[in-house]
């Protein structure tokens, strides 16, 4: 037997982690700089851990106060309401609930290309498909509601990301605006804020209050330091909220997770350190980098290094993995996570020596 036609699925390609690097270049983990997923160079909040050790004992029962507890405190933080909060299995899971709640089958989403794969993938996991507007390298991968619009057909999800993985650009808060309300009444547009705590602009969590077709995703995998344990949330208007419950895997965001995500919301000092530290890195990147660079609003930066996969190999030859962006469609580029000060400047020495060791002779005059 056969599962169905899932030709036109593609596997998720995930930035290549430190044991399975080493492993194939028969070096130690602890030699290598993985600055290729854009996580927490600091780790988890110390009070996460202590949560997660302190529940250990208890994770033969379902996780339901916790998860209470865990949308109680969200939705206190933003002035929400308990329902709309979707708490969910990494902002990953959220998308999933929204296709779920939303997409019949043959229904088309809109997503930006270069982008994150996951948008298309669970649209087709739900009989749906994905067309594409582009954030094109021309205008510096500037993101405006108007190119999107262009592109726009009456897709019943538009997907925007700001800051945008793996460019760095942000859309601006107007030009949200202008997309939740030029689009048909019938679209939902999800602003997914994977990483808006490093970013300048305010979250769009506000305007659930104005737009009934918008929804906001947020992860505590990226600021939070809490890849690993999978929890994250979609923020909606109170309008279609109820349908959570309909959604909803059962107990999908685990205890160990709710707890720790509860922890971490109030280790203030923790996720400011992680925001400071995000913004020097990508400065340093900008200044130090031999090659061009695009300004970014998250924790990682975009460069332009001609072969990226030739460069990504031998910056990992040199004990730095970063991620080579050929799979979003910039086979020309790779995209450098911000480390510690330390790894960032490890990773900067060790790119510009790859990148000037890789260049074609020089060209003679
Ligand atoms: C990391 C990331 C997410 C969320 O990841 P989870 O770990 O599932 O919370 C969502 N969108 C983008 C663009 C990301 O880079």
């Not at 019949?104 to 739900?126: C, Q, T, W």
């Not at 602003?191 to 602009?201: G, H, S, T």
Request: hydrophobic share 35%; charged share 25%.
């Amino acid at each position: 037997m056969q599962p169905r036609d899932l030709s036109e699925h593609e596997a998720y390609v995930p930035g290549r982690g430190a044991e399975e690097v080493a492993r194939d270049l028969g070096m130690d983990p602890e030699e290598l700089t993985k600055l290729s997923s854009n996580e927490n160079p600091h780790g988890p909040s110390p009070d996460a851990v202590a949560a997660v050790e302190a529940a250990a004992p208890d994770v033969n029962v379902y996780p339901k106060a916790s998860h209470t507890d865990l949308t109680e405190r969200i939705a206190e933080k933003w002035g929400l309401d308990d329902s709309q909060v979707w708490v969910s299995a990494g902002a990953d899971g959220s998308i999933d609930y929204l296709s779920r709640a939303f997409l019949e089958p043959n229904d088309d989403i809109l997503v930006p290309k270069p982008g994150f794969s996951y948008y298309s993938m669970s649209a087709r996991y739900h009989h749906g498909d994905a067309s594409t507007y582009r954030i094109s390298k021309d205008d510096d991968f500037e993101q405006s509601a108007e190119a999107i619009l262009s592109a726009y057909d009456g897709e019943r999800i538009v997907y925007a990301t700001t800051p945008h993985n793996p460019t760095g650009s942000v859309l601006p808060r107007e030009e949200i605006r202008t997309l939740a309300e030029e689009v048909d009444e019938q679209t939902l547009v999800v602003v997914d804020e994977a990483y808006a705590e490093y970013a300048a602009e305010p979250s769009a969590i506000d305007l659930l209050d104005e737009y009934d077709n918008l929804a906001v995703l947020r992860t505590f995998s990226k600021a939070y330091g809490l890849a690993g344990l999978r929890i994250g949330y979609a923020a909606v208007p109170s309008a279609w909220a109820d349908a959570y419950a309909r959604v909803n895997t059962p107990f999908a965001a685990n205890e160990l997770a709710c707890r720790a995500a509860l922890a971490a919301i109030d280790d203030e000092e923790h996720l400011e350190r992680s925001v400071e530290t995000a913004r020097w890195a990508r400065e340093y990147y900008h200044e130090e980098l031999d090659v061009p660079t695009w300004d970014s609003g998250g924790n990682f930066v975009l460069c332009e290094v001609g072969d990226a996969t030739a460069v990504a190999e031998a910056t990992q030859e040199r004990g730095v993995i970063v991620r080579d962006t050929s799979s979003f469609g910039l086979p020309e580029c790779v995209r450098v996570s911000c480390g510690t000060r330390e790894e960032t400047k490890t990773a900067v020495e060790v790119l510009n020596g790859v990148v000037a060791d890789l260049r074609p002779e020089a060209s003679e005059p």
